[in-house]
Structure formats: structure tokens, C-alpha cells
């Protein structure tokens, strides 16, 4: 029975989640940059620092996107290894969801 997650499973999500904060740290910096240029300078860099910006923010969407898609992919696997643990070993399964039940119950009472 294997109900946990693979060695390489969070690893691989790491430099995910680093591009991703990477990616949202530029944005800012750029919009940063955006505001202080179109301070200073006139409608044609203003305008294309804002091509530059929805560029970036284009591309932090897809990250997220892709973010999303592991994390929906990641908790399937571990639903459909829930599941067959589950299956395989009921009895057990149904004994750890009424001792669940009953902690809760009396947590519940306490109040």
C-alpha cells in the first residue's frame, strides 16, 4: 500500500512556485519603473512600458496556470491513492474515520 507521495513529487513544484515568485517580484519592479518613467516622460514611453507590463503579467498568468495544473494533477493522484488504500484495506479505514469522528465529537462537546 503506498498512500503517500512520491520522493519527487514536491521537489519538481519548487522551482514552479520560485519562477513564479521570480516572475511576480519583475512585475513589480517593472510597474515600478512603468509609474517613475510615466512620471517623467511623455505618453509614448508610458505607453510602452504598458505593452511591457501586460507582457510580464501575460506570462505570470501562464505560470499560475501551470501552478494550478500541477496542484489539480497532484491532489487527483493523492484522491486516487486515497481511494485505493481505501479500498484495500476498508476495515482499517473505516476505524480511523470513527476514532476522526469521535475526536471531533468531543472537541465539539467540550465547547
Known sequence: MDTTTT????PAEDPVRE???????HIVAEAEEMLRNAQRGGSEQFGIARDKFEAQVRRARDELAALEDTAAYNARRAARAADHAVHEHPYVAMGIAAGV???IG???ARR
Open 7 to 10: 520522493p519527487g513529487a514536491a
Open 19 to 25: 519562477r513564479l515568485a521570480a516572475s511576480l517580484k
Open 101 to 103: 469522528g469521535a475526536l
Open 106 to 108: 468531543m472537541l465539539i
